[in-house]
């Protein structure tokens, strides 16, 4: 089985760093891309695009999402038959997007912005 981890605002792959190994150590493939958030523009439908990619097609992926990436996950299944056919997405403390939004109200990112001087 292949777990896609997905990392939440403000984090990066390496939010995931304690549980791959232990996931590996049960035999399973772990993918944790980082997610491109030095690209404003990038909404979660970028993000899922860079989670498709990093499951190179692998057809028993689960997908965790945390924080931010909750809004990134449910799009993965519906991109992907082999995903779909699989468990639920599994959402870990996650965000999810309005009704209707496939992008995250401002300002909300997944990068760390410096913050204005008062």
């Known amino acids: 089985m ?3 981890l997905v990392h939440g605002a403000w984090h990066g792959a390496w939010a995931w760093d304690a549980l791959i190994p232990e996931l590996e150590a049960r ?6 891309p980082d997610l491109p958030c030095e690209d404003v523009d ?5 993000y899922a695009g860079v ?3 990093a ?7 689960i997908v965790v999402g945390h924080s931010l990436g909750g809004m990134t996950i449910p799009l993965v299944p519906a991109r992907r038959r082999s ?5 639920t997405p599994r959402f870990a403390t996650s965000s999810s997007a309005p009704t209707g939004q496939t992008r995250p109200p401002p300002p909300t ?3 760390i912005q ?3 001087q008062p």
């Open 109 to 111: 990112t997944c990068s």
């Open 83 to 87: 995903v779909r056919d699989s468990p």
């Open 51 to 53: 989670v498709i990619e």
């Open 42 to 46: 990038a909404g979660t439908a970028e």
């Open 27 to 32: 035999g399973h493939r772990v993918v944790a």
């Open 55 to 61: 499951l190179d097609g692998s057809d028993d992926a």
């Open 114 to 116: 410096p913050r204005a």
């Open 2 to 4: 292949t777990f896609a």
